[in-house]
T-cell receptor, first 110, second 116 residues
Framework: GQNIDQPTEMTATEGAIVQINCTYQTSGFNGLFWYQQHAGEAPTFLSYNVLDGLEEKGRFSSFLSRSKGYSYLLLKELQMKDSASYLCAVTPRGSYIPTFGRGTSLIVHP | DTGVSQDPRHKITKRGQNVTFRCDPISEHNRLYWYRQTLGQGPEFLTYFQNEAQLEKSRLLSDRFSAERPKGSFSTLEIQRTEQGDSAMYLC??????????????FGDGTRLSIL
């Protein structure tokens, strides 16, 4: 099975940078996703990593180290609208089904 | 916008009743997933279809739960003899099978089920 761990809650200031970590233990590895979910809304896709390194997409970047079972999502120039839950999801080898972590609730304050 | 749509958005019912939810995926997507999400948790996988074939079911899916995707388009999830513990948000997602497991899932807004 998969074991995915991410912090429950983080707070940050508008305009700052925040890093949300995700560690995982899985039987084989096929890829790691990050999703954003605002309260009462659907999760929306942010990024996908399958190889080690950094994937940058605008204000958001995601990093993966497969040997360490570790990923992080980096959010720059934080805006109030970035207040949301950030879900880390891992797809094990041979599967099309990602397993989601509990999510990290990010609160951005002025 | 032709995203994933789910109906109804909210369902309140008494314990012991049967409920059915519907999901219409993005039209060209051949993979469809059902998840359950409770407050403070990530989505938990329930079941998955590729076209009309149900290929995988979670251990969470008891025999009171059944899902169908008869023509490989929309899907229904039925819960029989509902229990208090079934109260949750039921999310549907779809994806297009092109390069394997790398395609992202597109989620609907969910059906929130409340059992009285």
């Amino acid at each position: 099975g998969q074991n995915i761990d991410q912090p429950t809650e983080m707070t940050a200031t508008e305009g700052a940078i925040v890093q949300i970590n995700c560690t995982y233990q899985t039987s084989g590895f096929n890829g790691l996703f990050w999703y954003q979910q605002h309260a009462g809304e659907a999760p929306t896709f942010l990024s996908y990593n399958v190889l080690d390194g950094l994937e940058e997409k605008g204000r958001f970047s995601s990093f993966l180290s497969r040997s360490k079972g570790y990923s992080y999502l980096l959010l720059k120039e934080l805006q109030m609208k970035d207040s949301a839950s950030y879900l880390c999801a891992v797809t094990p080898r041979g599967s099309y089904i990602p397993t989601f972590g509990r999510g990290t609730s990010l609160i951005v304050h002025p | 916008d032709t995203g994933v749509s789910q109906d109804p958005r909210h369902k309140i019912t008494k314990r012991g009743q049967n409920v059915t939810f519907r999901c219409d995926p993005i039209s060209e997507h051949n993979r469809l997933y059902w998840y359950r999400q409770t407050l403070g948790q990530g989505p938990e996988f329930l079941t998955y279809f590729q076209n009309e074939a149900q290929l995988e079911k979670s251990r969470l899916l008891s025999d009171r739960f059944s899902a169908e995707r008869p023509k490989g388009s929309f899907s229904t999830l039925e819960i029989q003899r509902t229990e208090q513990g079934d109260s949750a948000m039921y999310l549907c997602a779809s994806s297009l099978a092109q390069t394997g497991p790398t395609e992202p899932q597109h989620f609907g807004d969910g059906t929130r089920l409340s059992i009285l």
